[in-house]
């Protein structure tokens, strides 16, 4: 009778992204954004930092976070501009967004892949 | 005609302006505003006022109304911009006016402050909303009904939230998606379906979900969230969606794991 | 068993304004809570960038430090954070009325939800923070 959808699932990770920036981006984004390039704490040394971001599970974390954080960033940036600016091109909108997040998730696997 | 309060002035405490929405197909090519000053009386709802507009002032005055008593959920308008029950908003509480009183919000307007409401008739049964039962436990012999279904107070409780909705639409009125996107389903109806789905008699969640699953379903929904807060019955229509997001992911993420007969 | 329809009467359709959501202020709050997704994003470009960084060498993880101090960043991430913390508080708040919690049949009151994320929020920023600051 169902057949599987592409909605839920967007939804779903859309969540997953929201849950995630509400519980672990507020610390990263005290230490990095603020804590340590302002000084109020002395930033970590390279070597453990290094260590830090290195180890496999870090990375393996990272890599889920980063990609549903885009998810949910482009899932709610494509509704915005839906209601807040009724852009009637819809499927436009939602290549564009998906895209972005697309282009960002490739991005970041990338980037872990060298700190690795 | 029930008795109208505005046939005996009585204790007078001053008056208060109505700028009330007018709206004359045959003749209008857009709604205006027209104002009227109706007394001021603490007992007074806006419904009241408009009451004494049509009895006293101007007989041309269209707007739909019943029970004056928050039951019947006809009197549904905009009242300063807020979606209200007129029988339920005291003139004074709005002191010292004026008070603007529009047709409810993102539905077309038929005359003066009656909308057209055929779009929400055509929606509401398509979640469903009633008892749907995959067995005939209470057919006799002969196919009538016999007997009922019994519920616990637990099992009751589980639901009873969401049968207190009256169809109002005050939810619809509020809701921006819906006036954006007339396709989607709405708050009320989603509300409706998750009534249903937790009555304990109830064996229909499946193809409630198949319609609500759909685009048009419950993914148009952002939470804006203001359909609840508008609810004259606390019926919480934004949670009742939110939680059908789930149980349609849920679903879907079944049918991602499970090969088809195994469900 | 339908009805039949009325006489056809010329309606009236409404506009919708593009402003609608200034309007008020619980519509103007759910936009500035959906643009939140944009700062969110920014911040994962950030981290990326710093992840970046110290993966390259000692030096460029200083230059990140250097570049994030720079006024301009630091404006942008003041107003990042403040989108941020809406997105938190809203998330927070909302999540009782998206999940239907039971415990032992009873339906738990929303305030207990709402601070048990903040007790976890907690949790996590401290052992996160005791992770990298060791």
Redesign the interface.
Known sequence: ?????V???V??MFSG???M??????????????A???EW?S??D?D???A???HPLTLLF?LGM?VV??V??????R??L?????IKAKRTVAVLCYGTAAV?AI??VV??L??? | MPSNPGSNPGSNSGSIRLQVTRYRPESDSEPRFQEYDVPLRKEWTVLDGLNHVKNEVDTTLSFRWSCRMGICGSCGMNVNGDPKLTCAAFLDDYAPGPIRVEPLANFPVVRDLVVDINDFMEKLPRVKPWIIRDDDALLDGDGEIDGEYLQTPEELDAYKQFSMCINCMLCYAAC??YG??PEFMGPAAIALAERYDLDSRDHGA?ER??VL?E?EGV?GC?FVGECTRVCPNHVDPAGAIQRY?VK??K???M??LLPRGAR | MSTPRATEVRVYNRP?S?WW?TRRRTYFVF?MR?????F??W??????A???S?????AA??DF??W??TPW??VI?VI??AF??L??VT??SLTPQAMDVRIGGQKAPAAAIIAS?YV??AV??AF??W????
């Open positions: 009778m169902s057949r599987p959808r909605e839920p699932l939804w779903l992204g929201g849950v920036a509400a519980v672990f981006l507020p610390v990263l984004v005290f230490m990095f954004a603020f340590f390039p302002l704490i930033p970590p390279h453990h930092l290094s830090v971001v290195g990272l980063f954080l885009l949910h960033s482009a899932h709610r940036f509704y915005t839906y209601d807040g600016l009724q960002g991005t970041t980037v872990l060298s700190a690795a | 921006p998606v954006l996107d499946r979900l198949d699953i685009h993914w952002t997001k349609a992911a679903e879907n993420v049918a991602f | 919708m593009t959501w936009v959906e643009l939140s997704s944009i969110v994003a911040f994962v470009g950030f981290l990326l710093f992840v970046y110290v993966g390259r060498s000692e993880y200083q430090l250097d994030a101090a960043v630091v991430n990042a954070a941020l913390a997105h938190v998330w927070f994320q976890g929020l996590v920023s996160v923070l992770l990298v600051t060791r």
